[in-house]
T-cell receptor, first 115, second 114 residues
């Protein structure tokens, strides 16, 4: 069964460093998402991406964040200069079509720890 | 703005007993509603979803949920819990827009006693 994959599973970085979290969505899916979950808090929407551009972003997704689909398979989230409060589990998700209410398929997450 | 509340942070249930997880939502129109489950070290797996039609929806692993518009609720139930059901459960509401972002509740952690 196709699944969303994410690498690495755990990333440790120093404050101020850049990190890139990688996701391989399910093949032929058209919508892509990033969510995050700070320990003990809710899963929060960060950004959605469709047709090679951001379709929606939350107020969390400031200038320090960017997303890219550099090739036909990868979808990345870059944090330019990490802060302590960026420590969280980051989930990638993908959805097959533009049809409203389609299920989003989630990856296993990348745990980011900023020291 | 859409929001989801899961009033119970933790629930402990005996194996074989019934389980009900509460979910209340706020959304300005008819919502899309989802229940996801997260086992340790795993991603979020969809249990079931509601878009329209029959308000009682069946999902995987023997779960069902009932949409009650008058109560703005979408509670998840299982008649007989198995030890493998120990996990964290998230209710989510989906926007009726093309981007269709999900707004999650805080989650309910279910512990299953032998």
């Amino acid at each position: 069964e196709p699944e969303v994959t994410q690498t690495p599973s755990h990333q440790v970085t120093q404050m101020g460093q850049e990190v890139i979290l990688r996701c391989v969505p399910i093949s032929n899916h058209l919508y892509f998402y990033w969510y995050r979950q700070i320990l003990g808090q809710k899963v929060e929407f960060l950004v959605s991406f469709y047709n090679n551009e951001i379709s929606e972003k939350s107020e969390i997704f400031d200038d320090q964040f960017s997303v890219e689909r550099p090739d036909g398979s990868n979808f990345t989230l870059k944090i330019r200069s990490t802060k302590l409060e960026d420590s969280a589990m980051y989930f990638c998700a993908s959805k097959p079509t533009q049809e409203l209410g389609n299920e989003q398929f989630f990856g296993p997450g990348t745990r980011l720890t900023v020291l | 703005a859409q929001s989801v509340t899961q009033p119970d942070i933790h629930i402990t249930v005996s194996e074989g007993a019934s389980l009900e997880l509460r979910c209340n939502y706020s959304y300005g129109a008819t919502p899309y509603l989802f229940w996801y489950v997260q086992s340790p070290g795993q991603g979020l797996q969809l249990l079931l979803k509601y878009f329209s039609g029959d308000t009682l929806v069946q999902g995987i692993k023997g779960f069902e949920a009932e949409f009650k518009r008058s109560q703005s609720s979408f509670n998840l139930r299982k008649p007989s819990v198995h030890w493998s059901d120990a996990a964290e459960y998230f209710c989510a509401v989906g926007a009726r827009a093309a981007g269709n972002k999900l707004t999650f509740g805080g989650g309910t952690r279910v512990l299953v006693k032998p």
